[in-house]
T-cell receptor
Framework: DSGVTQTPKHLITATGQRVTLRCSPRSGDLSVYWYQQSLDQGLQFLIHYYNGEERAKGNILERFSAQQFPDLHSELNLSSLELGDSALYFC?????????????FGPGTRLTVL | LAKTTQPISMDSYEGQEVNITCSHNNIATNDYITWYQQFPSQGPRFIIQGYKTKVTNEVASLFIPADRKSSTLSLPRVSLSDTAVYYCLVRDTGGFKTIFGAGTRLFVKA
C-alpha cells in the first residue's frame, strides 16, 4: 500500500459525459501528479501540482483539467468524453519536486467510455 | 527534453540475475535516475534511485557510469513474481515534467 488513494476504482460512462477522478496523496506529500495509461501503453504524464499550484503540464487535452485543493487532495476532471479516453488514470504523490523526488502511485481509476 | 531508451522486452529464468540497461543521453546535471516496477492494472512501484556510481537496496542494485548517460538495473535471482514492466525515469531538463519511457517487459520463466 503506497498510501495514495484514488476514487472511484472503476468508472463506466458514455461519450460526451463529464467525470471527476479524485486523489488523496500520502500524508505530508505536497506534490500530486496525474498520468494516463491506455491499454498496453506506457504512462503519459498529464499534469503536476505542488502545494496547490500547477507546476508542469504534459500532453493534457483541453477537455481535461485538474486542481489541487488546500487539503492537498486533487481532482482530475474529464469532459466531453470520447471512446479514446478509456484508460487507467493514475495519481502519484511525492514529498519533493526536484530530480530526486520519488513518486508513490495510487491504485488507479479505470475509466471506460462506451 | 530528456528521453530514455530501454529494451522492449527481456526473458529470463528463475534464479538468474537480470540486468536491464537504460540510455538517457540528455540527462541533466541535477537529475536522479529512478526505476519503477509495474504489474498489470497496478500503479508503478518505486524500486531504486541513484545519482552516480552504485546503489543497492534489498530489492535491486543500480549501476551508473561516470558520464551518467546510461544506467543498469540489476535484479538478483529473479523469481516468477518479478515478471513485470520496468521503467527507468529521469526528469525533463526543462522543468518538472515526468517522462516515462516505454519500459522493459520482463518475463521470468520457470
Amino acid at each position: 500500500d503506497s498510501g495514495v488513494t484514488q476514487t472511484p476504482k472503476h468508472l463506466i460512462t458514455a461519450t460526451g459525459q463529464r467525470v471527476t477522478l479524485r486523489c488523496s496523496p500520502r500524508s505530508g506529500d505536497l506534490s500530486v501528479y496525474w498520468y494516463q495509461q491506455s491499454l498496453d501503453q506506457g504512462l503519459q504524464f498529464l499534469i503536476h501540482y505542488y502545494n496547490g499550484e500547477e507546476r508542469a503540464k504534459g500532453n493534457i487535452l483541453e477537455r481535461f483539467s485538474a486542481q489541487q485543493f488546500p487539503d492537498l487532495h486533487s481532482e482530475l476532471n474529464l469532459s466531453s468524453l470520447e471512446l479514446g479516453d478509456s484508460a487507467l488514470y493514475f495519481c502519484a504523490s511525492s514529498a519533493l519536486t526536484g530530480g530526486q523526488d520519488t513518486q508513490y502511485f495510487g491504485p488507479g481509476t479505470r475509466l471506460t467510455v462506451l | 527534453l530528456a528521453k530514455t531508451t530501454q529494451p522492449i522486452s527481456m526473458d529470463s529464468y528463475e534464479g538468474q540475475e537480470v540486468n536491464i540497461t537504460c540510455s538517457h543521453n540528455n540527462i541533466a546535471t541535477n537529475d536522479y535516475i529512478t526505476w519503477y516496477q509495474q504489474f498489470p492494472s497496478q500503479g508503478p512501484r518505486f524500486i531504486i534511485q541513484g545519482y552516480k556510481t552504485k546503489v543497492t537496496n534489498e530489492v535491486a542494485s543500480l549501476f551508473i557510469p561516470a558520464d551518467r548517460k546510461s544506467s543498469t538495473l540489476s535484479l538478483p535471482r529473479v523469481s516468477l513474481s518479478d515478471t513485470a514492466v520496468y521503467y527507468c525515469l529521469v526528469r525533463d531538463t526543462g522543468g518538472f515534467k515526468t517522462i516515462f519511457g516505454a519500459g522493459t517487459r520482463l518475463f521470468v520463466k520457470a
